[in-house]
């Protein structure tokens, strides 16, 4: 079963960017539709965004238009580019396929901190 790491958080002030990456054990290709989600403290995990395999994108509406999805299969790496940031997308970042249940195996995820 291909298992992911994700990386590229930190602590970022209120309008910086900062961009996540998610590194699959296996083909991310042949897992079709990939998404990033997100678990804000006390929260539960909720749908960030999605990318089909034909590149088809999907957004929350909270991030449309200052978040961006991309992947590239060669490198088995799945990217979020985040803009704008805003201190409510402070949460702990995790990519997997879509869609996903509690049930699937999860990373670790990686930290991403909106503070002035």
């Known amino acids: 079963q291909v298992q992911f790491v994700e990386s590229g958080g930190g602590l970022v002030q209120p309008g910086g960017s900062l961009r996540l990456s998610c590194a699959a054990s296996g083909s991310i290709f042949s897992i079709g539709a990939m998404g990033w989600y997100r678990q804000a403290p006390g929260k539960q995990r909720e749908f960030v965004a999605r990318l089909s395999r034909g590149g088809s994108t999907m957004y929350t509406d909270s991030v449309k238009g200052r978040f961006t999805i991309s992947r590239d299969n060669a490198k088995n790496t799945m990217y979020l580019q985040m803009n704008s940031l805003k201190p409510e997308d402070t949460a702990v970042y995790y990519c997997?396929?879509?869609?996903?249940?509690?049930?699937?195996?999860w990373g670790q995820g990686t930290q991403v901190t909106v503070s002035s």
């Open positions: 997997n396929k879509w869609p996903s249940s509690s049930a699937d195996p």
